[in-house]
């Protein structure tokens, strides 16, 4: 946790505050260990502060062992202001894109004289990964890759899409994951033309595509995997499609590394899609960040350029999507290196065809 206490104290001072204040329990835990429900952190130049309710005394006593525990009982806020005048602070920063309007109002007021001030991107602290957060996010990953070896001999005609999801994630959870990283895509046939579809009491049929997009977590830190396959042998337009959308996503790895933009990443597979004419179908952005969060910086589209760094892990997942016809999706993590990436998720990309 120091190392990432030191992150938050940097950002704290590249922002003009004399500290941090982190409700967000991504941010919390990032810089507290603290896994609580509920709580308040407090970064300061020389301290950390955790307040927390009866319910997580001994919890933050365990967890946190670097911080100052403050025990607020039913008033955080309270707690954390006389703290907040031994230390004789004045200008506060909190997560703007987080807080609601009424918990800044009852803080400003509990707080007071202390200033308030609205910080939008106290998540970027998180963007870059610590070796023990991706080696984290890597035994996500592993849990992913069995899991889809697993399903491989459950996927069938006459299946149900609900009957095949529910053995999905009950296999991952046995294998170890904490809860799944988001509720489980699995679309087939023409659903599969659904970038989130969710199981329903489809049956499978011979001639299918099934898209599954399926996370396990591990230790808290999410991991994000999509695969693409049929049942039976594939048609020529399905052949073309899914190797349309798996070039696509060898492109934009190969276009990762430390310093390269986030948008020439996406346009990396965004052009191989959109000079075979299917540009429209490809209409989300080519990846995120993982962590802590499912769905975090830096965005991999064309509407956000920054720099890659490594220790970045991220999410390359083009996809064509055909309404009334079907989809492919094929999507891995990786983590960003200097030099280039490696691939966290190794479940198998070349088109892989089930019995029908």
Not at 40 to 45: G, H, K, Q, S, W
Not at 85 to 109: C, K
Not at 147 to 161: D, K, N, S, Y
Request: a negative charge; hydrophobic letters at 45%.
């Amino acid at each position: 946790m120091r190392d990432h206490v030191q992150r938050a104290r940097q950002y704290l001072a590249g922002n003009g505050v004399d500290a941090l204040l982190l409700v967000k329990a991504e941010n919390r835990r990032y810089v507290t260990g603290f896994t609580g429900s509920a709580g308040i952190a407090l970064v300061t130049e020389g301290a950390a502060l955790l307040a927390v309710d009866f319910r997580y005394y001994e919890q933050a006593a365990a967890q946190a062992a670097s911080c100052e525990i403050l025990r607020g009982g039913a008033d955080l806020p309270g707690a954390l202001a006389a703290a907040v005048r031994a230390h004789e602070l004045r200008r506060i920063g909190f997560e703007a894109e987080f807080m609601p309007y009424a918990q800044v109002e009852r803080l400003r007021e509990k707080l007071s004289p202390v200033e308030l001030v609205p910080l939008g991107d106290v998540d970027r602290v998180r963007w870059a990964k610590d070796d023990e957060e991706v080696a984290a996010i890597q035994r996500a990953a592993e849990i992913s890759d069995a899991g889809f070896a697993h399903i491989l001999t459950v996927l069938r005609p006459g299946t149900t899409e609900r009957s095949a999801a529910v053995e999905f994630e009950t296999y991952m959870r046995r294998a170890g994951a904490d809860r799944l990283s988001f509720d489980l895509v699995f679309a087939s046939g023409p659903r599969s033309a659904l970038p989130h579809g969710r199981a329903t009491d489809r049956v499978l049929e011979a001639g299918d595509f099934v898209t599954l997009d399926f996370g396990p977590v591990w230790e808290g830190y999410t991991s994000d995997c999509t695969r693409t396959v049929v049942l039976g042998q594939p048609d020529d337009r399905q052949r073309e499609i899914y190797a349309l959308v798996l070039e696509a996503q060898r492109r934009a790895i190969g276009a990762v590394r430390g310093g390269a933009s986030s948008r020439a990443v996406d346009a990396a597979a965004r052009g191989v899609i959109e000079a075979a004419g299917y540009g429209e179908a490809f209409g989300h952005g080519l990846g995120h960040g993982i962590g802590l969060e499912i769905h975090e910086g830096p965005s991999l589209s064309p509407r956000l350029d920054v720099p890659l760094e490594p220790g970045m892990v991220v999410t390359i997942e083009p996809g064509v999507y055909l309404p009334g016809w079907g989809g492919v999706r094929i999507e891995d993590d990786v983590v960003v290196t200097a030099e280039g990436c490696r691939v966290l998720t190794r479940a198998p990309k070349e088109l892989i065809v089930l019995p029908a």
